[in-house]
T-cell receptor, first 115, second 112 residues
Framework: GAGVSQSPSNKVTEKGKDVELRCDPI?????LYWYRQSLGQGLEFLIY????????KSGLPSDRFSAERTGGSVSTLTIQRTQQEDSAVYLCASRRGGGANYGYTFGSGTRLTVV | GDSVTQMEGPVTLSEEAFLTINCTYT??????LFWYVQYPGEGLQLLLKATKADDKGSNKGFEATYRKETTSFHLEKGSVQVSDSAVYFC???????????FGTGTSLTVIP
């Protein structure tokens, strides 16, 4: 597609429930990232996919968080047994390959509220 | 490790004022540097970038120069508009191009 698409745009869930957040990157972009943006905070790196390489999961805050990327395209971020501190905007970004010169294209994010 | 430090906000300016948002970085080698902007209710958008020392990135009247001697990439605009009200993020891409490091963001409000 023309841009990075994320769904849903808003999600309200009860504490303890599982949620899935979806990211559809720009066609042909091999690198895909997930970030978390909490109120008044900067961007917190979560996970990075590059082509067929093993993902860099170093930013995932706990084992309740996981992500996969199927067919090198769409990615799903799953949060199990959600907690109130998981409330944040989850941003997905894609980039054309590796290399330091390419900037990210971000999606509009999913605003997750855990009540 | 690599990191970015940017000026804390919020910043409030009158329309047509001069804007500077400071950004300094710590990195091994020669990273690429970026400024992203996030308008209210929207995602982050790339504003400008510079990929080597002394490069100047520019877009929409904003400029930033990659200064290796001072490890800085300050964002400037000569005359801000109300429509520039947004959060601005300085970012660094490591030399390998695998990871981005973002500053905490600076909120700018421009009043008429």
């Amino acid at each position: 597609g023309a841009g990075v698409s994320q769904s849903p745009s808003n999600k309200v869930t009860e504490k303890g429930k599982d949620v899935e957040l979806r990211c559809d990157p720009i066609s042909g972009h091999t690198a895909l990232y997930w970030y978390r943006q909490s109120l008044g905070q900067g961007l917190e790196f979560l996970i990075y996919f590059q082509g067929n390489s093993a993902p860099d999961k170093s930013g995932l805050p706990s084992d309740r968080f996981s992500a996969e990327r199927t067919g090198g395209s769409v990615s799903t971020l799953t949060i199990q047994r959600t907690q109130q501190e998981d409330s944040a905007v989850y941003l997905c970004a894609s980039r054309r390959g590796g290399g330091a010169n390419y900037g990210y294209t971000f999606g509009s994010g999913t605003r997750l509220t855990v009540v | 490790g690599d990191s970015v430090t940017q000026m804390e906000g919020p910043v409030t300016l009158s329309e047509e004022a001069f804007l500077t948002i400071n950004c300094t970085y710590t990195a091994t080698g020669y990273p690429s540097l970026f400024w992203y902007v996030q308008y209210p209710g929207e995602g982050l958008q790339l504003l400008l970038k510079a990929t080597k020392a002394d490069d100047k990135g520019s877009n929409k009247g904003f400029e930033a120069t990659y200064r290796k001697e001072t490890t800085s990439f300050h964002l400037e605009k000569g005359s801000v508009q109300v429509s520039d009200s947004a959060v601005y993020f300085c970012a660094l891409s490591d030399v390998a191009g695998n990871q981005f490091y973002f500053g905490t963001g600076t909120s700018l409000t421009v009043i008429p």
